[in-house]
């Protein structure tokens, strides 16, 4: 989840876990998930303000190499799927405002399938070339 930041003239756009000790200094605008935040409850989506654009939000993932052999896949995928469900860390990363889903590998392919054309046409629209 992004929340989009005010202060005064100037906006900023980061995840939630990253500005929450802002929020006593700054007026949250939006959020950039598909729906409200439970810890912004009263802070609308982009969506709820008529912006229609791509939602995001952070995410983090393990790649491994295409040879890598499916039983590693899928013994690493039923390992890390299982950590967040563990209280301790669900807890810790709650009280940071950065929730954690492991929905495993398809999932994660799925998500990288839907997000690389959204990004590849940003790029192209921006005219952004590597360097």
Not at 64 to 71: C, E, G, I, K, S
Not at 98 to 105: F, T
Request: proline share 9%; net charge neutral.
């Amino acid at each position: 989840m992004t929340a989009v930041l005010a202060d005064q003239v100037d906006m900023y756009a980061a995840n939630l876990g990253s500005t929450s000790g802002l929020l006593d200094k700054v007026q949250p605008l939006a959020v950039t998930s598909i729906k409200r935040w439970p810890d912004l409850p009263d802070v609308p989506s982009l969506d709820e303000l008529g912006i229609n654009c791509p939602k995001t939000d952070t995410f983090q993932g393990l790649l491994a190499p295409a040879a890598a052999p499916q039983p590693v896949i899928d013994r690493l995928a039923k390992e890390l799927t299982a950590i967040p469900t563990r209280p301790d860390i669900g807890e810790k990363y709650a009280k940071i405002s950065l929730p954690v889903v492991a929905e495993g590998s398809n999932a994660f392919r799925a998500r990288i399938a839907h997000e690389v054309p959204i990004y590849k046409a940003v790029i192209e629209k921006a005219g952004l070339k590597i360097q």
